[in-house]
């Protein structure tokens, strides 16, 4: 990796201003959390800043902390291990989310809102030797290339999948994150933080220059009800092939409020909304999630070597579906 | 954790060096306008002046295997590569060199890390364990008598790093069942196929009931 | 003179064994008489564990010293380019660096050498890689193998190419074959009179199968440590052979075998891709001349992927013509595949050897295209060809109605392998493969997605020996045992089956056999490939503990004054009757301050098949509903001779078994068409299996005496590969219905096999 200058901000604010005055000066500069995801990157010398501010070792902003009606503020500095061991009970969809993230030793590195800004693991985004659309190139190059790992929802500009999994798991949580920037922070819904290709090719959130995000908040509103699960080929460290967070309000044992969100197969957490419709307001069972598997395909548009990802979004969404229903989805083994 | 500045259209793939001249200009500006106490931003200057002049080396002191490592190190260092190449612990290996293989692990405040995605400077005052700091040849910690026991390993080269997740399992859970042992070691790859072996050596280590692996 | 001598081979009882009449060669003790032995045959500790667990062990990457450089290469981003300019000013301005440029004209593969240089630090020498400027004519490139097979297609090379061997490859005749296009072949082989066999045939059944390039992976890539001692190249290297090394940077620096010394203590993994120098190797002996100063050159992981070898992939058509009962009357084999700029891609070995096929033809071609080069992976050729075999077999017993263990012992004339059929059957518990059709149709009935399956398929390999195989026994007046020989560690850990041998016929234990290998400057010892190391060397070993013994024996015959015929050795004594002394007492008396002794490995005399069996059963539960599969449990029977270190052969098999997982459901190198570039030179997306897809594993091993040596030695590491893939294949074809003909076997094909993937119209 290319030399850079270390930043050693004393304060989020003082990070904030540091990555904004770089920006003033043309100097490229990128903040870091961990850097589990950024050294890679930077390794591959898809990225060779000048400056790296590092947030890491800053005391704030580094805690879970629940409030009096059982939400949560989870800071940036999160690891996703402690996230995993923490909320298994009251959030299982981001717990679920963030224990199967990468491997044991990256959880015990990165960060919620490290995960949450983590770049695409496309490989021709991810190698220097090609100039995708989202380095200004003049192409996505997947989309008439190599294209077994992405997107089968809103491709028609790049066709990456968002890498994160606790993104899912928030989108469904509908989380409200927190950020801090030098005029001011803003709160954002998950929804909203995340941003499609036809928004802005060059990033994947909504984060503008210098932004940080420093809380991740979340309600949990009674008879709350969550899951989230994944499909993978290979059941060590693998990205998922299709995934998906769901939530609902558990009210009279009909579901409301109910959000269903799919993973690893469109360049934001996609919300599947026709499936969401099937099921606002009815009890949840096997014939249900079955039909609301189907139905979240709706809007489909597989490229040339990812149409058999369709089968595994219905499936995961079924699947998820009966998980957050505490029902089972006959996977499981007979003795 | 941010979306980076973005870089004028020029230079988004190959960013500009920066002159020292610049650099320097840069700090005085966020000096400047930063809002903090002025002794800290004295240090941090200073800091940052090293960094910008000479070759580059910022000091660390950190806890290697209980003793008190310090070096000076450029930014870019690894704590892989300071082990390594500064203070002669070759036990930890770097196979992928991108956190995908694990033959890199070490423990970060007790818990399992990937030494080739940690900078040094992340580091800094922690305690680092690496292969070396759990036993040596001639008093193996029950774990590593484990894995010769149950010829957990072949090449021996994905081994450190495997013995280090294993160890750091069993100093949480003294009981794991072969899930645990799967997912916990699920970070590390192993090329020569030993992983049965891995399995049978928690078990065993777990069995003698010491669980400080 | 060489001695007649009568000698038991075959299966151990209850199996029918017979006697042979054998020359023994002229100081070479007789084979092991059937039975148990003391030491070897054992599971133990391996003796290097210690030192490996504890991160003691130095591999060539952890090589360190004063005043060292590190060197990186610099590597074509083009599949197909010329090398218009090379511009190295800027490099040469950094402090420290130095730079080897062979000024390259043509680069034909991503990731191919362009120049090498090294500097103080990694990074240093990385910075002032990216400060060499390379200007490129990009030529067209082909870079698969159907694209490369047409006509018209851009040629990877202008001229005709001829064979290179490399000392993985199995032994052979470099051949010169006809080149048409890229197309270089068939090279045409067989047995028995096909035309006669199809004739006599009451069907026939064709299949195509098809397998991806598989890279090797070892955990420590490529790396040799260079320094020159005045006019000597001392070198650490990760290696498969410590004198291939040797030999290679003889040739290439044209110095005496005396004036290199190679160093190859620990590998961390081979398998097949560490054989010579490597480019990689020669820069660094180069640079460490020009620099005056040790240089240590380690490839970074994705170079690794692009240049360091791989398994070729292949196309390949199987056609077998059959009785209805299930004989096989004759196999006509065709395959191609694509080692990039390398050749070597056959795959005809299995249908030739494995099974009592009675007429083979075979026709093998190699595809070249712009891709790093195929080399010796882990029995080369042969899953890929027991992958098309076993699947035609399988296919036939479908059609037949036959059970496919029934089918496969209807042609399977070897007495060891149906042995081996027969205790992997009952352990995998064959008897309930007809249950499990019946559950799997309840499954589906109730809505569950799983499904379960038994598969099973054979393996096949052959025993190679590496002539001229040297051990020393050397005892010491104090009673402390050194041996040598310079055979290297990639993994099957030989100081311990050679230190078992040893302090066998010694009776001291084996912890104090001190086993020194890894050093050119010991008497040669075999590379380790061909799954030669074991038969190459234990006999040589065996031999010299035996003249050690007996020279120890002249003295302690002195000193008891008994005839050294009725001495016994063990537990550290020699004793006769009710007399006896201690080893170290009889050393004391060594009339000089060593005793050296050596053993050659003698040539091999008669005995069984030279052929390695082996059966193997997989046990596999497919979601239909994602086409994800989880293989549950992997039986594996096989015979390797008398294994010395038993623990050694078990972990072999079980390596084995999960590369060959592996490789039937993850691994697969991609490639960008357009652009020639490799997409996953990584191990993020070339997908590598990990504890959690790793099954319940059961290796065992037939008691078998093949004769041949003094040992019964056999070797392990590659009949344990290759059926693998195949047997997980029709655990596969069993639990789903549906026949994989294409490995990896993914998600994706299950699911689009299984009709469940909609075809483009979807929303688009």
Redesign the interface.
């Given at each position: 990796m290319k030399s850079f200058e270390r930043i050693q901000p004393k304060s989020w604010e003082d990070a904030a201003l540091r990555l904004a005055a770089a920006r003033e000066k043309k100097i490229s500069s990128e903040a870091k959390g961990a850097g589990t995801e950024l050294l890679d990157r930077m390794k591959e010398y898809n990225l060779a800043p000048d400056q790296v501010v590092d947030l890491r070792r800053l005391t704030s902003h580094s805690s879970l902390q629940r409030n009096s009606s059982g939400g949560l503020s989870i800071g940036a500095l999160v690891t996703l291990s402690t996230i995993a061991s923490a909320l298994k009970a009251d959030f299982p969809a981001l717990a679920d989310a963030c224990e199967g993230a990468a491997t044991p030793q990256i959880r015990n590195a990165a960060t919620l809102a490290g995960n949450l800004c983590q770049r695409p693991r496309c490989w021709y985004f991810r190698s220097a030797e090609f100039q995708c659309l989202k380095k200004g190139g003049v192409e996505c190059l997947a989309k008439s290339g190599e294209n077994e790992f992405h997107a089968v929802f809103g491709n028609n500009t790049c066709a990456i999948v968002h890498p994160s999994a606790a993104g899912v798991a928030l989108v469904a949580l509908n989380a409200r994150i927190e950020t801090l920037a030098p005029g001011g922070g803003r709160m954002l819904a998950a929804a909203d933080f995340f941003v499609r290709p036809e928004v802005d090719i060059f990033a994947e959130n909504a984060l503008r220059p210098g932004e940080l995000v420093v809380e991740i908040h979340l309600e949990k509103p009674q008879g709350l009800r969550s899951a989230y699960r994944k499909i993978k080929q290979k059941q060590s460290f693998d990205w998922p092939l299709a995934d998906a967070a769901v939530s609902w309000r558990a009210e009279g044992g009909a579901a409301k409020d109910v959000r269903i969100v799919i993973g690893s197969s469109a360049p934001v957490p996609f919300r599947a909304k026709a499936a969401e419709a099937l099921v606002e307001g009815k009890r949840i069972d096997a014939a249900l999630a079955a039909r609301a598997g189907q139905a979240a395909l709706e809007g489909a548009t597989p490229l040339g070597k990812n149409a058999y990802k369709l089968p595994m979004v219905a499936a995961v969404v079924r699947r998820t579906l009966l998980a957050a229903a505490g029902l089972p989805d006959g996977t499981e083994e007979p003795a | 954790m941010a979306k980076s500045p973005e870089p004028p259209e020029e230079t988004r793939d190959e960013p500009k060096g920066v002159t020292r001249r610049g650099l320097i200009k840069g700090i005085a500006s966020v000096v400047g306008v930063a809002s903090a106490g002025a002794t800290t931003l004295l240090v941090e200057a200073r800091h940052e002046l090293q960094a910008a002049s000479g070759n580059g080396a910022i000091p660390v002191s950190l806890t290697v295997n209980g003793a008190a490592r310090t070096g000076s190190f450029e930014a870019r260092t690894t704590l892989a590569e300071a082990l390594r190449d500064a203070w002669g612990l070759t036990g930890t290996k770097v196979g992928c060199d991108r956190g995908a293989c694990g033959a890199c692990t070490v423990l970060l405040d007790g818990a399992p890390v990937n030494s080739c995605l940690t900078l040094v400077h992340d580091a800094d005052g922690r305690k680092i364990t690496t292969i070396e700091g759990l036993g040596s040849p001639e008093a193996m910690s029950p774990i590593q008598k484990a894995f010769v026991d149950a010829d957990a390993l072949q090449c021996g080269f994905c081994t450190p790093g495997m013995v280090v997740s294993c160890s750091a399992l069993l100093a949480r859970n003294s009981k794991p069942s072969e899930l645990d042992v799967k997912e916990a070691v699920s970070g590390n790859l192993c090329r020569c196929g030993t992983y049965t072996g891995v399995f049978a050596a928690c078990d065993a280590a777990a069995k003698t009931g010491v669980t400080r692996g | 003179m060489a001695e007649e001598k009568t000698i038991e081979i075959g299966l151990a009882p209850p199996h029918p064994s017979k006697k042979i009449s054998i020359s023994l060669p002229p100081g070479d003790p007789p084979p092991y008489p059937m039975g148990q032995r003391p030491v070897t045959g054992r599971r133990r500790?391996?003796l290097?564990?210690?030192?490996?667990?504890?991160?003691?062990?130095?591999?060539t990457?952890?090589a360190?010293k004063a005043g060292m450089l590190h060197a990186c290469v610099l590597r074509s981003?083009h599949a197909h380019a010329k090398v218009l300019s090379i511009d190295t000013a800027g490099a040469e301005k950094m402090a420290g660096v130095v730079i080897e440029n062979p000024k390259k004209e043509v680069v034909r593969y991503h990731g191919e050498a362009i120049l090498a240089l090294a500097a103080p630090?990694?990074?240093a020498a990385?910075?002032a890689l990216?400060a060499v400027k390379v200007t490129y004519d990009v030529l067209p490139h082909t870079v698969s193998l159907a694209a490369a097979r047409k006509e018209g297609a851009p040629l990877v090379f202008q001229k005709a190419v001829e064979e290179k061997r490399s000392a993985g490859d199995e032994p052979g005749e470099a051949t010169k074959l006809p080149q048409t296009g890229n197309v270089r072949g068939p090279k045409n082989s067989g047995k028995g009179d096909v035309e006669k066999g199809f004739a006599e045939a009451e069907g026939t059944l064709e299949v195509v199968t098809t397998t991806a390039v598989q890279t090797?992976?070892?955990?420590?890539?490529h790396s040799l440590f260079a320094e020159w001692l005045g006019d000597t190249l001392e070198v650490q290297a990760s290696t498969q052979g410590t004198f291939s090394v040797r030999d290679e940077l003889a040739e290439v620096f044209k110095l005496s075998k005396d004036k290199v010394i190679v160093k190859a203590e620990?590998?961390?993994?081979g398998?097949g891709a560490k054989f010579g120098a490597g480019d990689y190797g020669v820069f660094a002996a180069k640079l460490a001349k020009k620099a005056g100063k040790p240089v240590l050159m380690a490839l970074?992981?994705k170079e690794e992927h692009l240049s360091a070898g791989n398994r070729p992939d292949s196309w390949n058509r199987v056609k077998l013509g059959y009785k209805k009962d299930g004989t096989i009357t004759a196999a006509d084999y065709e395959s191609f595949g694509t080692a990039g700029v390398a050749t070597g891609t056959g795959t005809g070995g299995f249908v030739k050897s494995a099974y009592g096929f009675p007429a083979v033809k075979v026709a093998e071609s190699d595809v070249f295209t712009n891709l790093g080069p195929g080399c010796a992976m882990r029995a080369p050729g042969h899953p890929q060809g027991c992958f098309a075999v076993e699947t035609a077999l399988e296919a036939l017993a479908d059609r037949l109605g036959m059970d496919p263990l029934a089918l496969r012992l209807k042609n399977d004339p070897s007495e060891v392998r149906r042995v081996e059929w027969e205790i992997g059957a009952k352990e995998i518990g064959w008897a309930r493969r007809a249950g499990i059709s019946k559950?799997n149709a309840v499954a589906a009935a109730?809505?569950?997605?799983?499904r379960r399956g038994l598969g099973c398929a054979a393996s096949i390999w052959y025993t190679f020996v590496a002539p001229g195989s040297q051990v020393i026994v050397r005892i010491h007046r104090d009673g402390s045992v050194e041996v040598e020989n310079g055979v290297q560690?990639?993994?099957?850990?030989p100081r311990t089956p050679i230190a078992m041998v040893v302090a066998e016929e010694l009776g001291l234990p084996v912890e104090k056999i001190n086993v020194k290998i890894g050093d050119s400057r010991y008497p040669f010892g075999p590379a380790s490939g061909g799954s030669v190391t074991t038969g190459s060397l234990i006999p040589a070993v065996r031999a010299a503990a035996v003249h050690a013994r007996d020279k120890l024996l002249d003295v302690a015959s002195k000193l008891l004054g008994v005839p050294a015929s009725e001495i016994a050795l063990a537990e550290g004594a020699f004793s006769a009757k009710d007399k006896s002394v201690e080893f170290r007492k009889v050393c004391s008396r060594l009339s000089g301050e060593t005793l050296v002794a050596t053993g050659d490995r003698a040539k091999d005399y008669d005995g069984a098949d030279t052929r390695l069996f082996g059966a193997q059963f997989a046990e596999v539960?497919v979601?239909v509903?994602?086409?994800?599969v989880?293989v549950k449990k992997v039986v594996a029977v096989h015979d390797c001779g008398q294994p010395v270190w038993k623990?050694?052969v078990?972990?072999?098999i079980?390596?084995?078994?999960?590369?060959g997982i592996s490789y039937a459901?993850?691994e697969e190198r991609?490639?960008?068409?357009?652009?020639g570039?490799v997409?996953?030179p990584?191990?993020?997306?070339y997908?590598?299996?990990?504890?959690?897809?790793?099954p319940?594993?059961v290796p065992l091993v037939v008691d078998f005496y093949p004769g041949k040596n003094n040992a019964h030695a056999r070797g392990i590491g590659e009949p344990a590969t290759v059926p693998t893939a195949a047997a997980v294949a029709n655990a596969i074809a069993h639990a789903t219905g549906i026949r994989p003909t294409a490995l990896p076997i993914?998600?994706?094909r299950i699911?689009?096999a299984l009709g469940?993937?909609?075809?483009?119209e979807?929303?688009?």
């Open positions: - | - | 500790p391996r290097d564990g210690p030192i490996k667990v504890t991160g003691r062990a130095a591999f990457h952890d360190r981003p630090t990694r990074a990385e910075d990216r090797h992976v070892p955990l420590e890539t620990f590998t961390g993994g398998f970074d992981r559950a109730a809505g569950s997605p799983l560690d990639i993994g099957g850990g539960v979601d509903e994602t086409g994800v989880a623990t050694g078990e972990s072999q079980r390596g084995g078994i999960l590369q459901l993850f991609v490639v960008d068409e357009r652009s570039r997409l996953n990584n191990v993020e997306f997908k590598i299996l990990g504890s959690k897809d790793t319940e594993i993914t998600p994706a699911l689009d469940k993937v909609p075809k483009r979807v929303g688009a």
